[in-house]
Nanobody, 125 residues
Framework: VQLQASGGGLVQAGGSLRLSCAAS????????MAWFRQEPGKEREFVAA????????YYADSVKGRFTISRDNAANTVFLQMNSLTSEDTAVYYC???????????????????WGPGTLVTVSS
């Protein structure tokens, strides 16, 4: 089972990026899929998640209204559309999957069994 994130890069403040996370090894259709991020010297933090197959999205307050998480089950891929980026969004972004997460744990990295290697997003001001 593998998760592979892509789409990171350098973007100017106010710009947009779309991250992709391709899953392989089995279907993740029923899993909760999420994005986390980690800035240098800081702990990994929750960004967004799609709860199981229900499709309901949850966001950190810091990205609400700017980021959108979505999934393509046929392609076993989850996306993170990031708009109105600021320098505070600079981080390594990780995708994660969980077959066991419940709503109360959806923002906890401990709830996720599978992790991708991360993709770097740098926002220049």
């Amino acid at each position: 089972v593998q998760l592979q994130a892509s789409g990171g890069g350098l973007v100017q403040a106010g710009g947009s990026l779309r991250l992709s996370c391709a899953a392989s090894g089995r279907s993740f259709r029923q899993d909760t899929m999420a994005w986390f991020r980690q800035e240098p010297g800081k702990e990994r933090e929750f960004v967004a998640a799609l709860f199981r197959s229900y499709g309901r999205a949850y966001y950190a307050d810091s990205v609400k209204g700017r980021f959108t998480i979505s999934r393509d089950n046929a392609a076993n891929t989850v996306f993170l559309q990031m708009n109105s980026l600021t320098s505070e969004d600079t981080a390594v972004y990780y995708c994660a999957a969980s077959g066991r997460a419940i709503l109360s744990t959806i923002s906890s990295q401990d709830a996720y069994e599978y992790w991708g290697p991360g993709t770097l997003v740098t926002v220049s001001s």
